[in-house]
């Protein structure tokens, strides 16, 4: 049986889904993975504002972690770029990489959403080392060309926005008509 373990750059496939035009539900994308195989391990990888900065990211995330995922996080930290501008960073590709190193022994199978062409090394190191099957989800425009050729698999993430299309639930509410034409009726 596979042992499937998921690593989620948050940003890199927030801009992926987005560049497609959907979001990405996360309950569905861990049961999608669930349905072919044992998830041995679950990890969402995300860099936040600070604690002070009012963000629906912070929300997100706290769904993330309640909902069968590891959350792996840490703040943005603001610096000047080379013109004096302020810019905000927060990349995780350590982070990934190490995580990914650690729990390397319990999987097969390495799922990484991401399309950042500095994942090639990882991706190498995990099929020569631990002879694990790795694949690749991103949006093909944004894919390193090397990411894609040195993984196993590569899925575009559009083949996937039937089955992780987050969709929006509208409530309605009843409307009494007869409210509606009492205080707009022209007598």
Known sequence: MKRIGLFIDGSNIFMSAKALGFRVDYT?????????????????????PPKEVNSDLRKMVD????????????????????????????????????YAGE???????????????????????????????CTVVSARSLASGSLRSQANEFVDLSTLRIALNHEYVEKTVPID???????FSFK
Not at 28 to 48: P, R
Not at 87 to 97: H, P, Q, S, T
Not at 104 to 128: K, N, P, T, Y
């Open 28 to 48: 569905k994308l861990l049961n999608y993975y669930k349905s072919m195989g044992e998830v041995a391990h679950a990890f969402y990888f995300t860099a936040l």
């Open 63 to 98: 769904y993330v972690r309640h909902n069968g995922y590891v959350v792996v996080e840490k703040e943005t930290r603001e610096y000047l770029d080379d013109k004096g501008l302020p810019k905000l960073k927060g990349n995780m590709d350590v982070e990934i990489a190490v």
């Open 103 to 133: 729990v390397a022994a319990s999987m097969s199978h390495m799922v990484l959403f991401s399309g950042d062409g500095d994942f090639r090394c990882l991706i190498e190191s995990m099929q020569r080392k631990h002879n694990i099957h």
């Open 177 to 183: 008509r007869t409210l509606i034409r009492r205080k």
